[in-house]
């Protein structure tokens, strides 16, 4: 009951009293980052959610657009604004997603959402992350975010899967609150976001 009745209940009542509270911080970190992204505050993509659908995740915009001779992004590290840096290390970046949850299309706990171009190189295993509903934090963001490697990763997105429950979804938001305060986990090495996923063997 508690994964199809309860869960959502929580997730839109919480999500809907947080946005009221945090709408004037809201409200100002978009008009810094309009600022510095040349009116660009918020970053849309399509990400796969419960059961592969696919929906519109946004966040803050923390890089900018900035090109190489040939037209090509520079890396993350050289995109990152100031401001961005600042939201990303305190995991503001994440704030807009309330609405992606108020929306249905994600939950507080629950597998991070990632690219669509992944959903073909996952094996059979790793595609268990889509039994439920993406997460704006989740087991393996307490238990390293991009510190660790993808298979460890996923082992633990299909760890929370198959153990889902109110005291999982508690522990998972009370080390997240401790991991944000810590700054852990931010950056994978000397990079800013995770390596791209290509796949893992067959299991």
């Known amino acids: 009951m508690y994964p199809k009745v309860i869960k959502n209940l929580l997730d839109f009542v919480v999500a809907l009293g947080m946005f009221i509270l945090f709408l004037p911080l809201f409200l100002l970190l978009t008009v810094l980052l309009a600022i510095a992204n040349?009116?660009?505050?918020?970053?849309?993509?399509?990400?796969?959610?419960?059961?592969?659908?696919i929906f519109k995740i946004v966040k803050f915009k923390?890089?900018?657009?900035?090109?190489d001779k040939q037209g090509h992004l520079l890396p993350d590290v050289d995109r990152i604004t100031k401001v961005g840096k600042f939201?990303?290390?305190?995991?503001l970046d994440e704030l807009p997603q309330l609405l992606n949850v108020l929306k249905g299309d994600m939950s507080f706990v629950g597998p991070?959402?990632?690219?669509?171009?992944?959903?073909?190189?996952?094996?059979?295993?790793?595609?268990?992350?889509?039994?439920v509903k993406p997460g704006i934090t989740g087991w393996a963001q307490v238990?390293?975010?991009?510190?660790?490697?993808?298979e460890e990763k996923f082992t633990y997105d299909i760890w929370y899967v198959n153990h889902i429950s109110f005291m999982t979804d508690l522990k998972v938001l009370l080390k997240?609150?401790?991991?944000?305060?810590?700054?852990?986990?931010?950056?994978?090495?000397?990079?800013?976001t995770m390596e791209l996923f290509t796949g893992t063997k067959k299991k």
């Open 38 to 53: 040349n009116g660009k505050p918020f970053f849309y993509q399509l990400r796969p959610g419960k059961n592969e659908k």
């Open 62 to 67: 923390t890089m900018n657009d900035k090109k």
């Open 87 to 91: 939201i990303r290390e305190n995991s």
């Open 112 to 131: 991070r959402p990632l690219l669509v171009s992944y959903l073909e190189h996952y094996n059979e295993e790793e595609a268990k992350r889509h039994l």
């Open 143 to 150: 238990n390293g975010r991009n510190a660790i490697s993808w």
């Open 176 to 192: 997240t609150v401790q991991k944000v305060f810590k700054k852990e986990g931010i950056s994978a090495s000397e990079t800013v």
